[in-house]
């Protein structure tokens, strides 16, 4: 079974710049997460989809921070612009709706980013 | 924020020792779940515990919750380098799931 897919794997960019990353989440799973985890910290909740629809946004700074997930399959998290404090990895993960690992997480490799 | 809190932040052991980290979480759970994350990569689902669990095991890994102090804790029995890595636990399930701060074991061979 293909795991979650994401790209490009490293980013840098310089401040006000903006970017795009990209996720396949694995066939099947309806949910898909971004998280941001800084250095040193914990993975931080930025957006939720539930097939092609919003969950959960209440973290996502919407200033400059978009997502979307066309079609209920592959997403998109945009910056525009870029701050340095941005510099992070980004976590793509998804998971079943229904099932016995319903409530399990599969993460992809994640996206460093680093802002100049 | 963070809901979990984990400590100690680092641990570093002989391999074959235990590894024994905690996390501690503020609002009520209807489970909590470990995760690990080696270097560079994404992370992947160790184990699930629910709350009306107190104990379980898989394979190496022991798990316990106690509900009535907002805590858990993971064991990792005889270590090995392979296992040098962070660990998180995480709440939520289903909706908004948070995680802690980590803790980072590193075990020498």
């Known amino acids: 079974e293909a795991g979650v897919a994401q790209s490009p794997r490293y980013k840098i960019i310089e401040k006000r710049q903006s970017v795009a990353f990209w996720c396949n989440p694995i066939s099947g799973h309806a949910t898909l997460y971004w998280y941001q985890q800084i250095l040193g910290q914990g993975p931080k909740l930025l957006i939720q989809f539930q097939n092609n629809g919003v969950v959960d946004d209440s973290q996502l700074p919407k200033d400059r921070f978009s997502a979307e997930r066309l079609k209920g399959v592959d997403s998109t998290l945009k910056i525009q612009p870029a701050k340095l404090e941005d510099s992070a990895v980004y976590l793509c993960a998804s998971r079943f709706t229904s099932g016995r690992y319903q409530e399990t997480q599969y993460f992809g490799p994640g996206t460093r980013l680093l802002v100049l | 924020s963070q809901q979990g809190e984990e400590d100690p932040q680092a641990l570093s052991i002989q391999e074959g020792e235990n590894a024994t980290m905690n996390c501690s979480y503020k609002?009520?759970?209807?489970?909590l779940q470990w995760y690990r994350q080696n270097s560079g990569r994404g992370l992947v689902h160790l184990i699930l515990i629910r709350s009306n669990e107190r104990e379980k095991h898989s394979g190496r890994l022991r798990v316990t919750l106690d509900t009535s102090k907002k805590s858990s804790s993971l064991l990792i029995t005889a270590s090995r380098a392979a296992d040098t890595a962070s660990y998180f636990c995480?709440?939520?399930?289903?909706?908004?799931?948070?995680f802690g701060t980590g803790t980072k074991l590193q075990v020498i061979p």
């Open positions: 609002t009520s759970i209807n489970n």
């Open positions: 995480a709440t939520g399930g289903y909706q908004k799931v948070t």
